[in-house]
């Protein structure tokens, strides 16, 4: 069977899609030697292409200026011209991000999440439009879908209907370079960004989604209520609509510490030496950073929302995140009970080997036979 696989989010991302296309393509190689791979790309920095080597893989990659390709794009999406000509001899192709032109062939789509339709407001009018649009023709147009968790399966058969068997929920995986770093490696990591003894941290973009002003609202709380002087540490690049929370956390104080983005080889550290991790997205697809934390023996603290409960199972303190209120107290729980953040770092780690990238590269490959063949 010839599967080709647009890599585009791959060559082009550094988390998100970008991370699942990679840690995908590079699994699949490893388990598959029975059939032929055709990676593909519209454009992209493809000094790596080296990393996708391998003599049962074919790598096609069409470099267009950046307006040019935006033009280019925007008229293979609207129009729905299909590309056939990257992936000619493909038995069945796999479309990692839901909003890239499909080809005329048997089409696997992953839908990573529908936060452009659960959280309209966090999108302008015409995005909205221009994704539901396109979102739709994907979505009717896909012979298989892929979602990275059962709540996006069930927001597809509700808000789109499709049938259930049409949908297969795959989890992802977590880099096996996330495990309880060395006390050596937590001290450079601590020279290395100055941090404190003692922090709670969060991490991901700056964008209301992430729901940081109630995280910093509770983190504020906890001060005024407790003794405790643990700091809060934030790490994320600026995302859309923060200005206005950046300015709060310019005026929070010295223990309020934002990293901007952190280089992932420093990721591992950073939580192994947090004192709790704390998520309170309002809506994730599936939500890496809590099992990462877990992987590295943080305790975690989660919203209760989307596709968090079935990731984190027992294993962390779920909230409702909304609650300012809710997430202080849950938090405080693990900094003043040594025996309940023991018990959360042992379940996280156990929980955190349920999900390996072999396993989604595995699922996956089932999936592209089933309408290949």
Known sequence: MNIGIDITSALNQTAGIGRYTKQLVKNLIEIDSNNQYIFYSFF?????????????????FRNYPSQSFKTLLFALKTLRIPTDFLVSEANVVHLPDFVLPAPNKPTVLTVPDLTFIRYPEYYTLKNRLYMKSVAAHSINKAKAIITYSKATKNDLVEIFGVANNKITSIYLGVDEHFKPSTDKEIENIKNKYKLPDRYILSLGTIEPRKNYNRLLGAYLKLKKNTADNTSLVIAGKKGWHC???????????????????????DLPALYTSASVFVYPSLYEGFGLPPLEAMACGTPVVCSNTSSLPEVVGDAALQVDPYKTGEIAEAVYKILDGKELADKLSKKGIDRAKQFSWKKTAEQTLEVYKSIGQ
Do not use: H, P
């Open 44 to 60: 992209g920095d493809t000094k790596d292409e080296s990393a996708f080597a391998n003599k049962q893989v074919i790598t096609r």
């Open 243 to 265: 200005k206005n929370f950046l300015e709060k956390l310019d005026n929070a104080g010295k223990n309020v510490i934002w990293l901007n983005f952190v280089d992932e080889a």
